[in-house]
């Protein structure tokens, strides 16, 4: 599936992020999780959010998911959502009936761990007819059939697996029903975190296989949060890398890969050993330094302690994104000369 | 995530870590106030409020006022000075006795715990068996045998504190023990006694401190109870006696202002109880966060 | 053998350790890693089989055999935790952790001295300035410190040999390489022999370069060898497999998503049955299979073994990702 080329500004994206600032309440202060994102995600592309523990990735969700925990306060900016009926609704501001309108039938949500949250009382078969209806989409007539299917999408064998109960399921499958339970709402947008960390290497390829299988069939956006990079590369459209709680670079995966414009993209992929390394020749170097602390982040851009290129006025003022080439955004000082966002 | 909290001086981080949680949950800050007023109430109570040893028939089961803030007994006299007066009985030795129990409780629990295996087994054998006798008609019977002191009482009821404690160190040690820092310790070669009090100590004094809370009160209540039942006469202004004599002696409760002020002196009991164990709940909750690791 | 409660963790596994060097032990979860770890260091004893220190034996069919020797040696044999969060008390600070280690095997040193020995130790693993980690409390470390403190507080009886089990898979992805060079300096300025385990293939062969690495599945070693070797040559199925469908950042001209290469995704024929801890995913599974005998590897190479029985007459491969060669 090939980039498709945007026509100027008319091209609205299927969620657009402004600016979302977000923090959490501690004892010692505020844990700045969300300082400034700002993202656009286009409709029916798969888009992965990459970052480190503590860049803010779950937390990034979370706030326009409205999912946060008491002692969290979001702090500005706007979530657009795009629906396919032509409503807009800023998630942001909206309320918690409207959230709950919207979740599960417009949004999916896989949380990381999401194949521990299966009741173990009750059979696949069951956690499906429940699914369906508590949002009122259950019809008895053609119901059982489209279960059917999506169970065979995630390759699992119907007549097998729906009456089992979830302790009976290895984790990859467990994963595999909980996406089959997300997808039967038919949501427009899904959102998994680190939907495959927990796997082995043979379930975690399977897996990618099918959320690939489920883009092309369903065409709905998906919104992929891992700090795997090398999963990224294979499956993700659109490519977000996130530090200490602000985008730092999108672009399309490929060419991001080819060249990273932001000095912690490139060194956090050169960062990971991979089996290919001896196969082409490459030895891995470390990033210098720590992540740094959201409880008192470091002045100007966030990553200038670690930057093998900052300079003075990097130290002082967090840079702007910049779009040095066309859809490419960086978040530097070094692409000053481009076209400011 | 790295270095973000500051050092802060320790004093304030203690404030921070126990007295600020403890003050914002309402159970603790009502349980701070009732432990003070007991504190008070027993150390310089009695100097403060004399007893009132004047009998005033007239003035027999009066109810509360200015003059006499929690009414009056059976002969007249001022109820609030025989509480403060009988407050220092009522919680010496239930403390300890409770003391007393824990100690035992402790040196059981942690030794089955750690050591494990048939002794452990054994040990929790004897607990359980222990557990099963219902100590209060064995207290009873006993402090109407026994010769008639405090201490007497006291260690009747430490030598039913022990059971419970041990049982449920026993269990919490065995787990604990089973963590990957230990496993490191042993790993390391550092000494079994070491481990088990300066690795493992630490987690279990949340767990100490609510059950010496809820212990404190139950031995209370036993004691006041044997009192009442008039096994064990022993200070006049002992709170079981109190109502032993409100209760059987003077029929209080078959007058309108008897049974007000027997049920308002069973009242105080109640409220010193709640006191004492929301304290005892605040202070876990604040124990636990601290020894849960969180980023 | 080693039983565990009727669940058989391990099988016929001979593993050696060479002096001053790190190997890597590769594996997913419930390949028996960890217990193989476990008992190298003395934490888990063996059903049956022997362990060897420094070419004294210690261990033989479940009992501790050279016990003198093994009382004194034992602290030289040391296991550092995957989990960082758990390895450490969290309600003791860094001193606190490090002093009671150091008073034990270092009891010749005065207070002063141990002071500096410990702000050394914590300079050597990386965590300066120590006077800053000194009085702090796990939780206030990220994960790639605390698994230096682990780590720290691992070498204080100068070990021989020192187990890292997962050490870098709760770690950020750009501080593992870090963590792997610092035990490599570990290596080369102390002599120590450092076995890294690891599901991480690519960690594993970056830890090892070319000394040995022994790829585990279901409680046996399926393949062993130079770490460079095993990558390129791989002589057994399984560790083809796992090459060609671990995701790499190499980048292909489009987005495609490769299948499962080299595995059987759904339940094999049961009409062999085989002790090959494969047999049940293998492509290649007939009948020769059935003669695998747990324990007896063939040579396919110098120092480099496999367990298949049809090591060396495996068909070509490649990995998966590896774009076709040009012309």
């Keep these: 599936?090939?980039?498709?080329?945007?026509?100027?500004?008319?091209?609205?994206?299927?969620?657009?992020?402004?600016?979302?600032?977000?923090?959490?309440?501690?004892?010692?202060?505020?844990?700045?999780?969300?300082?400034?994102?700002?993202?656009?995600?286009?409709?029916?592309?798969?888009?992965?959010?990459?970052?480190?523990?503590?860049?803010?990735?779950?937390?990034?969700?979370?706030?326009?998911?409205?999912?946060?925990?008491?002692?969290?306060?979001?702090?500005?900016?706007?979530?657009?959502?795009?629906?396919?009926?032509?409503?807009?609704?800023?998630?942001?501001k909206a309320d918690e009936r409207t959230m709950r309108r919207l979740r599960g039938k417009v949004i999916g949500y896989i949380p990381q761990g999401a194949q521990n949250s299966l009741n173990p009382v009750l059979t696949v078969e069951q956690h499906f007819i429940e699914t369906l209806r508590n949002h009122g989409l259950w019809k008895?007539?053609?119901?059982?059939?489209?279960?059917?299917?999506?169970?065979?999408?995630?390759?699992?064998?119907?007549?097998?697996?729906?009456?089992?109960?979830?302790?009976?399921?290895?984790?990859?499958m467990k994963q595999r029903v909980v996406i089959a339970l997300t997808m039967i709402l038919k949501p427009e947008l899904v959102i998994l975190d680190e939907p495959t960390s927990a796997l082995d290497v043979f379930s975690q390829r399977v897996l990618l296989n099918i959320l690939n299988d489920v883009s092309m069939k369903y065409r709905n956006t998906m919104i992929l949060i891992t700090h795997d990079i090398p999963v990224v590369a294979e499956l993700a459209d659109r490519l977000a890398v996130l530090y200490a709680g602000t985008v730092v670079e999108v672009g399309n995966?490929?060419?991001?890969?080819?060249?990273?414009?932001?000095?912690?993209?490139?060194?956090?992929?050169?960062?990971?050993?991979?089996?290919?390394d001896i196969y082409v020749k490459r030895i891995p170097k470390p990033v210098p330094g720590e992540p740094p602390s959201l409880l008192n982040p470091p002045p100007g851009c966030k990553f200038h302690p670690r930057c093998p290129y900052a300079v003075e006025k990097c130290r002082t003022s967090e840079p702007p994104l910049y779009e040095p080439k066309k859809e490419r955004f960086v978040k530097c000082w070094l692409y000053s000369g481009g076209e400011k966002l | 995530m790295s270095s973000g909290a500051q050092t802060k001086s320790g004093l304030y981080l203690f404030y921070l870590d126990f007295v600020k949680p403890v003050l914002r949950s309402g159970r603790g800050l009502f349980?701070?106030?009732?432990?003070?007023?007991?504190?008070?109430?027993?150390?310089?109570?009695?100097?403060?409020?004399?007893?009132?040893?004047?009998?005033?028939p007239s003035m027999r089961w009066c109810l509360p006022s200015l003059e006499h803030p929690l009414g009056c007994d059976y002969m007249g006299r001022d109820l609030l000075s025989m509480v403060v007066h009988g407050s220092r009985e009522v919680f010496l030795i239930p403390?300890?006795?409770?003391?007393?129990?824990?100690?035992?409780?402790?040196?059981?629990?942690?030794?089955?715990?750690?050591?494990?295996?048939?002794?452990?087994?054994?040990?929790?054998a004897v607990t359980d068996v222990w557990l099963t006798i219902p100590s209060f008609p064995v207290i009873f019977i006993l402090a109407y045998v026994l010769p008639k002191?405090?201490?007497?009482?006291?260690?009747?009821?430490?030598?039913?504190?022990?059971?419970?404690?041990?049982?449920?160190?026993?269990?919490?040690?065995?787990?604990?023990?089973?963590?990957?820092?230990?496993?490191?310790?042993?790993?390391?070669?550092?000494?079994?006694?070491?481990?088990?009090?300066?690795?493992?100590?630490?987690?279990?004094?949340?767990?100490?401190?609510?059950?010496?809370?809820?212990?404190?009160?139950a031995n209370m209540s036993s004691l006041i109870g044997i009192v009442l039942l008039g096994v064990a006469p022993l200070n006049p202004t002992n709170w079981g006696y109190l109502l032993n004599q409100m209760i059987f002696t003077y029929k209080g409760l078959l007058i309108p202002n008897g049974s007000v002020i027997v049920f308002l002196m069973i009242s105080i009991l109640v409220v010193i109880k709640l006191g004492v164990v929301f304290f005892a709940q605040a202070l876990e909750e604040v124990f636990n966060p601290r020894l849960r690791t969180y980023e | 053998m080693f039983r565990k409660r009727l669940i058989k963790a391990l099988q016929s596994i001979s593993v050696e350790i060479p002096n001053k060097s790190m190997i890597s032990l590769v594996g997913e979860s419930g390949s028996g890693k960890t217990t193989l770890g476990k008992i190298l260091v003395g934490l888990v004893m063996p059903t049956t089989g022997e362990l060897s220190w420094e070419n004294t034996v210690v261990v033989k069919d479940g009992r501790i055999v050279q016990k003198d020797f093994y009382l004194s040696n034992r602290h030289k044999f040391v296991y550092v935790h995957q989990d960082p969060y758990t390895a450490l008390n969290p309600s003791k600070n860094v001193k606190n952790i490090l002093e009671p280690v150091v008073r034990k095997y270092k009891k010749h040193l005065s207070n002063a001295d141990r002071f500096k020995y410990i702000r050394e130790l914590l300079e050597e693993v990386g965590l300066v300035p120590a006077e800053y980690f000194i009085d702090k409390y796990p939780h206030h470390l990220?994960?790639?410190?605390?698994?230096?403190?682990?780590?720290?507080?691992?070498?204080?009886?100068?070990?021989?040999?020192?187990?890292?089990?997962?050490?870098?898979?709760?770690?950020?992805?750009?501080?593992?390489?870090?963590?792997?060079?610092?035990?490599?300096?570990?290596?080369?300025?102390?002599?120590?022999?450092?076995?890294?385990?690891?599901?991480?293939?690519?960690?594993?062969?970056?830890a090892a370069g070319d000394n040995p690495m022994y790829v585990m599945l279901k409680g046996?070693?399926?393949?062993?060898?130079?770490?460079?070797?095993?990558?390129?040559?791989?002589?057994?199925?399984?560790?083809?497999?796992l090459i060609s469908n671990i995701p790499v950042p190499l980048v292909l001209s489009e987005r495609r998503v490769r299948g499962l290469d080299g595995v059987m995704e759904s339940a094999r024929n049961p009409n062999v049955s085989s002790p090959c801890p494969f047999s049940e995913m293998c492509p290649l599974l007939d009948s020769e299979c059935s003669s695998l005998t747990p324990g007896s590897y063939l040579r396919v190479g110098p120092d480099h073994y496999s367990l298949c029985v049809k090591a060396g007459k495996l068909p070509k491969w490649r990995p998966s990702w590896l774009p076709a060669s040009p012309g």
């Design chain 3, 220 to 241: 046996l070693v399926v393949e062993f060898g130079p770490a460079s070797e095993v990558i390129y040559r791989p002589e057994h199925p399984y560790t083809r497999a």
């Design chain 1, 1 to 92: 599936m090939s980039d498709e080329v945007r026509t100027g500004k008319n091209f609205k994206p299927k969620l657009e992020l402004r600016n979302l600032r977000m923090e959490y309440l501690v004892r010692e202060g505020s844990i700045k999780a969300v300082s400034g994102v700002t993202l656009f995600v286009d409709e029916g592309k798969i888009t992965a959010i990459v970052g480190e523990s503590g860049s803010g990735k779950t937390s990034l969700v979370e706030t326009f998911l409205k999912i946060l925990p008491r002692n969290a306060r979001i702090r500005g900016g706007e979530a657009l959502l795009r629906l396919s009926s032509g409503e807009e609704v800023d998630l942001i």
């Design chain 2, 95 to 124: 403390f300890i006795a409770t003391i007393i129990g824990i100690i035992g409780g402790m040196s059981v629990g942690l030794f089955a715990g750690y050591v494990g295996g048939v002794a452990r087994r054994a040990l929790t």
């Design chain 2, 31 to 56: 349980g701070l106030i009732m432990i003070a007023i007991m504190i008070l109430m027993a150390t310089v109570g009695p100097s403060l409020i004399p007893l009132d040893t004047k009998l005033k």
């Design chain 1, 140 to 172: 008895p007539e053609s119901s059982m059939s489209e279960i059917h299917s999506m169970l065979s999408l995630v390759r699992l064998d119907p007549d097998t697996v729906l009456k089992k109960y979830p302790f009976e399921l290895s984790g990859g």
């Design chain 1, 253 to 276: 995966t490929y060419e991001i890969f080819k060249e990273p414009l932001h000095p912690y993209t490139s060194m956090l992929i050169s960062a990971i050993p991979s089996v290919a």
């Design chain 3, 142 to 206: 990220s994960g790639g410190m605390r698994q230096r403190l682990s780590l720290a507080r691992a070498l204080i009886t100068d070990p021989h040999l020192i187990v890292a089990d997962e050490v870098v898979s709760m770690v950020d992805p750009s501080i593992r390489v870090s963590l792997i060079n610092l035990l490599k300096k570990i290596v080369e300025n102390r002599g120590t022999s450092i076995m890294f385990i690891s599901h991480d293939l690519g960690a594993a062969v970056y």
């Design chain 2, 149 to 217: 002191s405090p201490l007497t009482i006291a260690v009747l009821l430490a030598l039913f504190s022990w059971p419970g404690l041990a049982r449920a160190l026993a269990a919490e040690v065995s787990s604990l023990k089973t963590r990957d820092f230990v496993e490191a310790c042993i790993n390391l070669g550092l000494s079994k006694l070491y481990i088990l009090f300066r690795e493992i100590g630490p987690h279990l004094l949340p767990f100490v401190t609510y059950n010496f809370a809820t212990l404190f009160v």
